[in-house]
């Protein structure tokens, strides 16, 4: 792919940064809609492996609000996904309304859900890859109070000791323990981690999008009214874990069944960020999902 074009858009309360990737359409040899590829705390470089595999299409990415290179000047302390969403439904109008193909991933994939369901028409296929839909789990309560301790630890004692928290929620195998929050962690430097407290409290995680968007529930009245083709994703290497089952669980409540892409919760990852994936796999997978 040629290099991206970098854009700027300004929202109530922020500026956005996005790129777009345009090869075989501005030659006038592709008709596929805009591909939208969308993350949550992630921000535009996490997409740049797979965004290689789709030269044929225009790929748009973009740093959500107060992440990256987006900045917020609003005030708030953190981002719903009904604002990230509002965001995207402003970022498809500046690239001409769509509708538009979308790859969601994680906390994107929580503001896919919420665009979807509040701008159908601007969205013709929704690939939502492992939400962390706490909401809809059967272990609701518990997860969602083991969230909370991730946050209430971040508040008390800073990044390192919440990371090794919400690594221990993420990973985890099954339903939550109710005792998950007084079970003993390592370290944080077992991690690679900073043990110090440095005193900021504004991560983009922690502090910002984890418990509005673990908290979400899909509006799923809206969404299976909607004309958009909603399709979830799984990660084969993360059958078990939270965000995997909150997929499982958001298709089963759609009525549809969830596609297994390869790798784990980032499969689409290259190794620029530690442990890869498997994009060029990934890749495949997805295209026959947005072409099915």
Known sequence: MTEPTTHTLEVPGGTLHYDVHDDMREAGESD??????????????????????????????????????????????????????DDLHRLIDALGGGPVDVFASSGGAVNGLALVARHPEQVRTLVAHEPPAAQVLPDRERALAAVADIRQTYDKEGFGPAMVKFFAVVGHQ?????????????????????????????????????????????????????????????????AGQLAYRAGVAVAERLGTEPVTFPGNHGGFLDDTFGAPGDPDNFAVTLRQVLTG
């Not at 910002?208 to 399709?231: I, K, M, S, W």
């Open 174 to 238: 099954g339903e939550i323990p109710a005792d998950f929050a007084d079970q003993p962690r390592p370290s944080p430097a077992e991690f690679g981690l900073p043990a110090e407290d440095d005193g900021t409290r504004d991560d983009a995680l922690f502090a910002q999008n984890l418990v509005t968007c673990t908290h979400y529930e899909p509006d799923f009245e809206a969404l299976r009214a909607a004309g958009t083709r909603v399709v979830l994703g799984v990660g084969v290497e993360s």
């Open 32 to 85: 596929a809609p805009i591909l939208l590829m969308i993350g949550s705390p992630m921000d535009a470089r996490g997409f740049t492996a797979l965004a290689g595999h789709f030269g044929d299409r225009t790929v748009v990415t973009y740093d959500p609000r107060g992440i990256g290179r987006s900045t917020r000047t609003d005030g708030a302390a953190e981002s719903t996904p009904e604002l990230h969403a």
